[in-house]
C-alpha cells in the first residue's frame, strides 16, 4: 500500500527551539496537507500545497510557523521559536486535487516543553 | 472558522448493535467523507460522498450526503470489537477549493 510518511513520529523539544517536520507524500498526488490536532481544537487545516505552490496556509501562525515544498517528495513544516502551545501532533495528508479524499500519515506528536 | 457539529460524542455500545452518527453544519458542502482514526495513527478513509442524496457502502458501513448537503450520516452495522476508534466526518465546502474542514469526531467503545 502506498503511504504517506511523516518524521519524526515524536519530538520533544524546548522552548525556544527550532522544529522541522517533514513529510513524503505519496507518488503522484498533487495536494498536500498539514494538519494540528489537539484535544481541544480537533483536527485543524494549516496549509495545503497544490503541484508544489502554496495554496493558503490562513490557518497557520505567520510569525513562527512556515511550509514550504522543495520537491514533489518533499513538505516540510517548521516552527521558530516553538512555544509549549505547539504541543500537538502535526498530520500531512496528499491526494489528487478534486474529490478523491486524502491519505493521512501516521503523524508527529511535538511535544514543546 | 466553519463548524461541523458531529454527534454523539461518544458511543459506549455492545458487540453486535447497529450504530449511527451525524454530521451537521450551516454551510452547503459538495463532498462529504468519513474517516476512522486510531490511536497512534493518522485518520483512515472509510467512505466518500459526492452527490446530494448519495447512498454508499463499504462492508458495514453506510454512509449517506444529506438531500439539502447540510449534513451526512454514518451507520455500522453488526459491530464489533475492532470498530473501536474515532470517527470523523469532513466536508469540502461548495467553492472552498479542496480544503477539509473536520468534524469533532465520534468515539466509539464497543463492549464485548
Known amino acids: 500500500d502506498a503511504r504517506v510518511t511523516q518524521t519524526p513520529r515524536h519530538k520533544v523539544t524546548e522552548m525556544g527551539q527550532e522544529v522541522t517536520m517533514r513529510c513524503q507524500p505519496i507518488l503522484g498526488h498533487n495536494t498536500v496537507f498539514w494538519y494540528r490536532q489537539t484535544m481541544m481544537q480537533g483536527l485543524e487545516l494549516l496549509a495545503y500545497f497544490r503541484n508544489r505552490a502554496p495554496l493558503d496556509d490562513s490557518g497557520m501562525p505567520k510569525d513562527r510557523f512556515s511550509a514550504e515544498m522543495p520537491d514533489a517528495t518533499l513538505a516540510t513544516l517548521k516552527i521558530q521559536p516553538s512555544e509549549p502551545r505547539d504541543s500537538a501532533v502535526y498530520f500531512c495528508?496528499?491526494?489528487?486535487?478534486?474529490?478523491?479524499?486524502?491519505?493521512f500519515g501516521s503523524g508527529t506528536r511535538l511535544t514543546v516543553v | 472558522g466553519q463548524q461541523l457539529n458531529q454527534s454523539p460524542q461518544s458511543m459506549f455500545i455492545q458487540e453486535g448493535e447497529d450504530v449511527s452518527m451525524n454530521c451537521t453544519s450551516s454551510?452547503?458542502?459538495?463532498?462529504w467523507l468519513w474517516y476512522k482514526q486510531e490511536p497512534g495513527e493518522g485518520p483512515v478513509l472509510l467512505i466518500a460522498?459526492?452527490?446530494?442524496?448519495e447512498l454508499t457502502s463499504n462492508g458495514r458501513l453506510t454512509a449517506q450526503f444529506g438531500i439539502t448537503r447540510k449534513d451526512s450520516f454514518l451507520n455500522i452495522s453488526a459491530s464489533i470489537p475492532s470498530d473501536v476508534g474515532i470517527y470523523f466526518c469532513a466536508g469540502q465546502l461548495a467553492g472552498g477549493g479542496n480544503k477539509l474542514t473536520f468534524g469533532t469526531g465520534t468515539q466509539l467503545k464497543v463492549e464485548l
Open positions: 454551510s452547503i458542502f459538495n463532498t
Open positions: 460522498l459526492y452527490k446530494a442524496g
Open positions: 495528508a496528499s491526494g489528487y486535487g478534486g474529490n478523491y479524499g486524502y491519505t
